[in-house]
């Protein structure tokens, strides 16, 4: 149902070091009919060694593919899960090592046919940079809204350092502004607004990420035992019967009658802290209401930051649901695609807090917005 991502660069470099160590240590000898059998060995792993047996050999005779092929191993790459991203990255580097790195131009024309596979086009790019980093550099300075992920993070990443280089503060805004207009990674969003804050431009990453402030809440409602999480309280029978709520209503709560109220996130964290509003109730549930207005019907994504236990809906349907509480929290924590519609889509949440009282289990809060299929912030059109 949803996805928690990215996975973390030192865990990625980790499968790449395994990948390479397993293709290097095996010596079963490969016996597949074609280069896209072993291709598709590769593409199969998965996390807990699945799909290992097959594509250890298979990644051994890529390796000894001539350079010329690298194209077709790049093409492989689309649309795999980062484990078997790792692989192919492993593969085409082994290949450029023992069999020499194809015409920079080649690798050049790939990385610039948006029409190959984001993440092949990124591993090409990478392998640019390896062998020629003042090329990578000047591909790069144009790349800031590539639609690769990948190479779109590389090109930011260069002009956040760019950035901090110059000497002259106006320049160095400017340069910061156009890496926050690209960027799509949470911790480089994070990294421009502060060094933007720190040369006297405020941005708040509320602003900076879209996040949403503006809720209607009810609460509390029982959560003791952790029973909450399961009961579908009415709020949440409204909305997945009618994909809406009647704000009017009032409810059995807790600790007696609850009404909606109004609730904002922090303007500067776009942080919905639920403990002050609820008096730092435990053992309780909350429900979040918000309206979001689309100009057009599109692919989207829900993206929630929460410490709590919680779910989400969108226009009556779950998207979301992660019984885990105090185990951590950061901006995009969560992220589950779903379609919006044309004019008004409608949002519930709830977050659940247990009865915990150690110091580090007292927090009761969130953040939720509504991105693209890339990670860019959408807003909701007034």
């Given at each position: 149902m949803q996805k928690i991502f990215p996975q973390s660069k030192r865990n990625l470099r980790k499968l790449i070091s395994l990948a390479v160590i397993c293709v290097c240590s095996t010596s079963v000898v490969f016996a597949?009919?074609?280069?896209?059998?072993?291709?598709?060995?590769?593409?199969?792993?998965?996390?807990?060694?699945?799909?290992?047996?097959?594509?250890i050999p298979a990644a051994r005779e890529l390796q000894k593919l001539p350079a010329d092929q690298l194209p077709r191993v790049l093409d492989g790459a689309s649309d795999v899960n980062p484990i078997a991203e790792n692989w192919i990255r492993g593969i085409v580097f082994g290949i450029a090592q023992q069999s020499g790195t194809p015409g920079i131009k080649r690798l050049q024309e790939y990385v610039a046919n948006e029409q190959n596979n984001p993440i092949g086009r990124g591993i090409a790019l990478e392998l640019i940079r390896r062998e020629d980093a003042s090329v990578a550099e000047e591909m790069l300075a144009s790349l800031l809204n590539d639609p690769s992920l990948a190479i779109r993070e590389m090109a930011v990443e260069q002009a956040i350092d760019k950035a901090a280089s110059v000497s002259e503060a106006e320049a160095s805004i400017g340069i910061y502004r156009d890496a926050l207009t690209a960027a799509r990674h949470p911790k480089q969003?994070?990294?421009?607004?502060?060094?933007?804050?720190?040369?006297?431009?405020?941005?708040?990453?509320?602003g900076a990420f879209s996040l949403i402030l503006d809720w209607k809440s009810v609460a509390p409602f029982n959560n003791e035992g952790g029973v909450g999480y399961a009961a579908a309280y009415t709020p949440e029978q409204q909305f997945a019967k009618s994909g809406t709520v009647d704000l009017n209503e009032k409810y059995a709560g807790k600790n007696g009658e609850v009404t909606w109220q109004d609730v904002s996130g922090s303007s500067d964290e776009g942080l919905v802290n639920l403990a002050d509003a609820y008096n730092k109730e435990k053992g309780a549930v909350a429900y979040l209401y918000a309206e979001f207005e689309s100009p057009e019907a599109a692919q989207a994504q829900a993206r929630l930051g929460c410490i709590n236990a919680n779910k989400v809906w969108v226009n009556g349907q779950e998207v979301m649901?992660?019984?885990?509480?105090?185990?951590?929290?950061?901006?995009?924590?969560?992220?589950?695609?779903?379609?919006?519609?044309?004019?008004?889509?409608?949002?519930?949440?709830?977050?659940?807090?247990?009865?915990?009282?150690?110091?580090?289990?007292?927090?009761?809060?969130?953040?939720?917005?509504?991105?693209?299929?890339?990670?860019?912030?959408?807003?909701?059109?007034?």
């Open positions: 597949a009919d074609s280069i896209d059998a072993a291709i598709e060995s590769v593409r199969s792993v998965g996390t807990e060694g699945k799909g290992f047996e097959k594509a969003l994070s990294r421009i607004v502060e060094a933007l804050g720190q040369l006297g431009d405020n941005v708040t990453t509320a649901a992660t019984e885990v509480y105090h185990s951590g929290s950061m901006l995009d924590q969560y992220v589950a695609p779903f379609a919006l519609k044309k004019g008004k889509n409608t949002v519930l949440l709830k977050i659940c807090q247990n009865e915990q009282e150690e110091s580090w289990a007292q927090r009761w809060e969130f953040q939720f917005r509504i991105t693209d299929p890339t990670g860019k912030g959408l807003q909701s059109r007034k």
